[in-house]
């Protein structure tokens, strides 16, 4: 019986079974799943897409990649090795160098970045329609003039390329003709600057402020990347500046911020007037939005020592010769803000000398890990600094609520301030002047908000300084210095000039050997 | 229970979604067929040998041997006085009786019969389980290793590899740390894939394993803990026999996933009378080797010196000195006591064999919160239904609970349970006053908080059943099928005490687009949720035929089909909250503080399979095999989905050859030639490698985070061999040569996908081969034979295994891994793969020596340099057997040599600046003229090699008398010691340790970084038989 019982069973479980493995002549087809699921082909013609593509932004506010080669790299910004800490393989004592090679970890990261967003923002641009194409138009242009300013040469793929479609290589000049023409699109088809939360949202004075940059900046990007020092401005081009700042100036919708810190401070999306173009970071309403947002504690944190109220990694300085460049009295260099520097110590613009926090409702000294008071002294070296060396920054001051901070400041792309700086300068190259504003009226504007003396006369290179106190810290030192052909010049902890094709930097060896359209800058 | 089993079975299959059509023709068809067969069979005649088998030398009774009606399945064991009785047809004419050690005969199955049997000189016809079957040794023409209970490493167990340790050529073993069923890296000649892993596929009974990891990737709150042993869930006491197919003439029959070899475990099966068996252990383990800390006085002498020497104020120096005494790394490990039960129970007789087994371990960890807890329960079932129909059903099922201390593997500046361990400051108390952990509120973690404050478990269930049913087409022609299941599923809870404070939880949770943000979790406690599920089916139907001609000639040839479908599920979700606690909650419904949303993916792979295999031997001294498998993986797009893996083996046995016996023959017992060769493949890469997909987001929107590559197609791996085995001075040495040139191409990668694009990379297959060759040499020697039973006896058996690896036509290509982790060290990375080299080069600056400010001075303005690889190219081990009376004893040395170790625990702490920092440092450190604001840079400072010899196993086993006719048939005591002593110069704790890593996803070797440490461990045993 039990003999019998097993033998039915066992008969009957291989039938089941011989059936499953009839069944199971599969056509081995792929099963997605979840959350996962195959890449549509019509990837960029709805609103998430182009939420997607504003999402890139979020990656430039942090401490590395993009941020570290345009700041690193120049007078504004170090990175020095303290001990045991922050030697990082190198990776930032390189930039600061000038001896960023073709396999520097954060290159690669950088170049797939920007070019990732380069992608996403072309699907929308090709296949978006209205004023979402136009967005895109615009953010393609953003990010190509970022790959363009860095690398030297900008790589291009269609929104509907095969997967086996090697890119086609853009130079330096043609990219700069192509970017213009996407700005030209967007400029046309973009709304004016609403009110309310719309700075982070393309629109039509963004696209006019990126073209004044690009045209500032013609000459440089028309150069021979072989010779690429001396740059002849073309008045014409100065000229176009002028007006497309004036157009964002007839908008009516932008004027200079009484407070200088409005434009960066945790409230700065409703206290400032100045900011044309920014990413949203973990503001009420704003946080977890489509696409993420920005991480604006990275360039808090970069500077502050681990023991201040807000625990940083104690990491980058700028120069003593940067921090020299401010008159005493410049609130960009030290201001007090209420709701910060009463409850946590901190100041914002540059942290010097003895730190401070509050101890419930004491104000006592902050002391270093070996139990000394923490005193940030202008000196650092890039190989051997000790932990209190070198003077740090705050560019983007948080609110101190409740023993915790909130970031909730906006990430600031482009800015009313920097228009007109670009303006004065174009003044000064050649441009006429216009609405009764000349380069020395705008500087002195500019400074007199902030507390700094009046000029008598502006030089190029004054405006170039100045250029550097108003904006530091917001990624345009670089392009800055190299088209004042200063790039190269040595600075604090880089004592010799640099070579002159630095002025961009190496294509990764990865993506040299990825693609066969790429070449290596001239001399890498 | 075994029919219950069964209908659980067939409930399973019905839940299955069967399309109409197939019932349609189940009925129609193979029901028929099969109770057509059945009736057949039921009108057949019996008649009912009996006999006794005997040693043909000294006439002794031989147990277990084998007595089969020849052409049918029908068979029987003999008992443990050489008597059987079996039942055959009346059609059946011969018996063929057969016995390990001794050749087989056949008799007339008449009456009563007495079988004597003459012993073999060696062990040529003791049979090996191959792929889809079982060959003699002597016709086997591949590289086959088997290795029995006897020949496995004694003590705690964890997992299957473990026993195999050292104990075969060719065959590299190494834990990766002492943690007690952590993971194993095992190569089977040599490191053939970079980017796929190299572990051999597992078959266990005839079911291939599917592999991936069931514990997950803890949920850490800083760093990630490296993920379990997959494989620790297989009883070691069911095991009967490992064998390793390491050439690929016989792993091909695995083909796509015979790239790595392939690791055959059988587990037990009943034997002769009932008999019950008992064993159980207990072992005691301490930490083999620790850190030779500073002191406390030394420790502030270090302060102090380094932050003089820096030029800076050491007036508040003494505020470091909290004036205790307190040794951390007593307070993190312990002595710990493991203990494991087995109880088997088994019988055979001619129809049914049947083997129950259960398990209970309970392996505790040198470091105080890890341990292994693990019940098992086996079944193995086989039942000769009719002269014809064959039934095989086995089951294990398995439950293991793992418990887990945060020893993380890319730890940053804050460190993990070890690197506190390591640093954390001497002088201070483990306690305040009132009980509370101490906080000096500088950042640093009290590593008893880490120990107490973290509580991450995780219980894993495992099934895996098969079910196998063998017809007799005709005398030489049988069909099998075969069904078999694995599913498993796992159950990990992280729970984080709020105690801990801010350095634990201040980081932002970002899971896919969407922030929970610092403020949010800001002193609260942590508590993380995982499940994974695996559910693998497995079919296969095959048609074996096996004739002996006339000649003596003989044929067996294999045809099938298999299929296999795996699912992974994967979902995890994260809680915080418990603020103001005072105890560590472990109620996942306790952290109310906010949750994340539930995330993960799942993954369903599908391989079908159709492969065909010769064996042909003609005169006993000429065998050939040849075979071909067809795979097909969904992994790949259509037009790329198959793969063809073909492999032939060829075997001379030269002393079958008149002329050679009175050459070769005057020195050789037995010396067999083989040459081998065969294509396998590798398919142990992530699902979905050739699409571009898309993950939607929690913020809304979707992300690319592949790219398409529709032309992927199969890594495969081309080896070619040959080996000699060879038998001298009567079988007292016998011994085997191999050699072997492996050669994989089509190297499937992630690599730099031509931007722009929407994500950074895709798969590809790369240009270029992984070349590894090799020699394997093992010796068996019996170097006192005793001289009467209970004699002295000695056996000596040694194995080496030589191996070179190189990376060729790789061109311009190089990718690097390895990154060091610490602070300091973002962005590190040591290791490189280029042409010219082999697999896991080191790569960093030269380092000389430190100058006179104590900086360190580097070669070639300290740039970077190819170093060695950290791939070992000789392992050997010697096993020495005694045998005196009642008494056993075996001890195992094991020695790997030729690779380089990086100390990544060195470079991340051990430096003289982490005094200036008051972080504590292993007195030499102290002394060091380094200078404190020297840069720890990775460099050859913290390169070294790693040769040692290890005594890794010793024994001593002792018989009780036990009087014949009692309730107790044997009864052994076992003394073993693992881990026993070491001999190295390596400067930290191990050098068999192999921390993950990987960078970008590309696997490392030879890392070492706050490893757990390895264990000693004294085991006692007793093995009781009734």
Known sequence: MKNNFIKQTAIYAAAIAVSVGAASCSKLDEKVFGSKSVASASAGSSTADLASVYGQLNGLASQGNWFAFQEHSTDELLGPTRGTDWDDFGTWRKIHLHAVDGAHNQLYDTWNQLNGALFQATLVAEKGTGTAKAEGQFLRAYFASQVMDLFGQVPYRSATAGADDIPEVKTRAAAFDWIIADLDAAIAALPTFGTGNDNHKANKQAAQFLKARLLLNKAVYKADPKTPTTFTFDAADMNAVVTLVDAITASGRFSLSTNYWDNFKWDNNTASTELIFTRATNGAGKANQTGGTADITWATGMGTHYNQAFSGWNGFTTTSDFYNSFDDGDKRKYAELTNMTEKSGLNAGFLAGQQYKYDGTTRVMVKDRSGSPLVFTPDVSLFFSTEAKGIRTMKYPLRYDQMSFNDENEFVLMRYSDALLMKAEAIARGASATGGQTALSIVNSIRARSGASAKTAVTLSDILAERGRELYLEAVRRPDLIRFGKFNDPVIERATKSDAFRVVYPVPNQAVSSNPNLKQNFGY | ?1026
């Open chain 2, 1 to 1026: 229970m075994v029919e219950y089993q069964i209908c659980v079975f067939c409930t399973r299959l019905i839940n299955q979604k069967l399309p109409i059509m197939n019932f349609k023709i189940v009925k129609s068809s193979f029901v028929g067929l099969f109770i057509g067969l059945l009736a057949l069979n039921a009108q057949a005649q019996n008649k009912t040998v009996t006999g006794k088998v005997l040693d043909a030398k000294d006439g002794s009774p031989i147990a277990a041997a084998s007595v089969v009606a020849k052409g049918t399945f029908t068979g029987a064991k003999t008992a443990a006085d050489g008597t059987f009785a079996i039942t055959v047809p009346s059609s059946v004419a011969k018996l063929v009786v057969s016995s390990v050690g001794y050749s087989s005969k056949e008799v007339e199955a008449n009456g009563s019969v007495t079988v004597s049997l003459n012993q073999t000189s060696n062990q040529l016809n003791e049979v090996v389980v191959v792929g889809y079957g079982t060959r003699k040794v002597k016709d086997a023409t591949g590289s086959v290793v088997s290795l029995g209970e006897k020949s496995f490493n004694k003590g705690v167990i964890a997992s299957p590899e473990q026993l195999l340790q050292g104990r075969t050529a060719g065959v590299n073993v190494t834990n990766n740390s002492g943690e007690p069923g952590g993971a194993v890296n095992i190569t089977i000649r040599g490191t053939s894939s970079v980017r796929s892993n190299n572990n051999p596929l597992y078959v266990v009974d005839g079911v291939p394993l599917y592999g991936g990891g069931m514990t997950g990737t803890g949920i850490s709150v800083e760093g990630s803990t490296t993920a379990r042993n997959p494989l620790s869930f297989i009883n070691p006491n069911d095991i009967e026999n490992i064998s390793i197919l390491k050439d690929a003439s016989s792993a091909a029959i695995y083909g796509a996933r015979g790239a790595n070899g392939v690791v055959l475990i059988t587990t037990k099966s009943g034997k002769g009378k009932p008999s019950l068996t008992f064993n159980a252990t207990t072992s005691v383990s301490t930490t083999a080797n620790r850190y030779d800390l500073a002191s406390p006085q030394e420790f502030m002498y270090g302060i102090k010196k380094t932050l003089a020497d820096a030029g800076v104020d050491v007036s508040g120096v003494g505020g470091n000195d909290k004036g205790y005494n307190t040794n951390w790394q007593d307070k993190v490990f312990q002595t710990a006591v493991s203990q494991s039960y087995n109880l088997g129970w088994g019988y055979s007789n001619s129809k049914t064999a049947l083997k129950l087994n259960g398990s209970f371990d309970d392996q505790n960890g040198i470091i105080k919160t890890q341990g292994l807890k693990r019940m098992t329960f086996g079944l193995k079932y086989s039942n000769q239904l009719t002269s014809k129909l064959k039934l095989d059903v086995t089951l294990n099922q398995s439950q293991v609970k793992n418990s887990y201390a945060q020893v993380t593997n890319n730890a940053g500046y804050q460190g993990s349970l070890i690197g506190a361990m390591i640093s954390y400051n001497p002088t201070f108390p483990v306690y305040n006053a009132n009980g509370t952990w101490y906080d000096n509120q500088d950042g640093n973690r009290n590593p008893v908080a880490i120990l107490e404050g973290y509580n991450d478990k995780d219980t894993y269930n495992k099934l895996l059943a098969n079910v196998a049913l063998s017809y007799k087409l005709t005398d030489n022609l049988t069909y099998k099928l075969v069904w078999g299941t694995e599913n498993g599923s796992t159950e990990r809870l992280t729970f984080v005490d709020p105690r801990l404070g801010s350095a634990y939880s201040q980081g932002v949770i970002n899971i896919r687009g969407k922030n929970y943000t610092g403020s949010e979790l800001a002193g609260k406690g942590r508590a993380a949720q995982q499940f994974l599920n695996q559910q693998s089916n497995l079919i296969e139907h095959t048609l074996n035929y096996d004739k002996t001609f006339k000649n003596g000639n003989s044929l067996q040839a294999l045809a099938a089909f298999s299929y296999q479908k795996t699912t992974d599920y994967y979902r995890a979700s994260q809680r915080w909250g418990n603020a103001g606690a005072t105890s560590l909650s472990t109620d996942w419904n306790a952290y109310t503080g906010g949750t994340t949303d539930v995330y993960g993916d799942s993954t369903q792979v599908e391989l079908q399979s159709y492969f065909s295999r010769l064996n042909y031997t003609m005169k006993d001294k000429y065998i050939l095999s040849a075979l071909v498998r067809v795979d097909g993986s969904s992994k790949f797009s259509t037009g790329h989905k198959y793969g063809t893996f073909p492999a032939f083996g060829f075997k001379w046995r030269a002393l079958e050859e008149k002329f050679a016996q009175n050459t070769l023959g005057k020195i050789f017992s037995n010396f067999d030639v083989r040459v081998n060769y065969g294509v396998t493949g590798n398919q142990e890469f992530p699902a979905y490698a050739s699409l571009a997909l898309q993950q939607s987001n929690f913020t809304g929107g979707t992300s690319v985070i592949t790219n398409s590559n529709p032309n992927l197609k199969w890594e495969t791996t081309t080896t070619a061999g040959a080996g000699i085995d060879f038998s001298m001075f009567n079988g007292r040495l016998s011994g085997t040569v191999d050699y072997f040139d492996k050669s994989t191409k089509d190297l499937l990668f992630l690599i730099s996908y031509p931007q722009p694009a929407a994500s950074a990379d895709r798969w590809v297959n790369l240009p270029g081969n992984v070349k590894n060759t090799g020699w394997e040499f093992s010796l068996d020697y019996q170097l006192v034979r005793p001289a009467y039973r209970g004699a002295f006896g000695w056996d000596v058996s040694y194995n080496m295994s030589f191996l070179k690896n190189r990376v060729e036509g790789f061109g311009s290509t190089v990718v690097n891994t390895g990154e060091v982790s610490g602070q300091g060290l973002s962005g590190a990375y040591a290791q490189t793969i280029r042409d010219g080299y082999p697999l896991f080069t080191f790569v960093m600056p030269t380092f000389l020596r430190f100058d006179a400010y104590g900086n360190g001075v580097y070669a070639n303005g300290a740039k970077d340099q190819l170093q060695g690889s950290a791939l070992p190219t000789f392992n050997a081990g010697l096993t020495n057997s005694f045998t005196y009376k009642k008494l056993t004893a075996s001890v195992f040395f094991n020695a790997v040599t030729g690779f380089y170790l990086y100390n990544n625990t060195a470079n991340a702490l051990l430096l003289k600046g982490s005094l200036k920092t008051a972080h504590n440092v292993t007195r030499d450190v102290v002394y060091s003229i380094e200078n404190s604001i020297n840069p720890g840079n990775v460099s050859t400072r913290f390169l070294e090699k790693g040769d040692y010899v290890r005594l890794g196993n010793a024994s001593l086993s002792y018989a009780v008398d036990v009087k014949k006719g009692s309730f107790i048939k044997g009864l052994n005591l076992t003394l073993s010691g693992q881990n026993l002593a070491l001999f190295t110069k390596y400067s930290g704790l191990d050098p068999e340790v192999n921390v993950d890593k990987s960078r970008n996803g590309v696997p490392s070797r030879g890392f070492d970084y706050t490893a757990t440490p390895r264990a000693r461990t004294i085991t006692f045993g007793i093995n009781a038989r009734f």
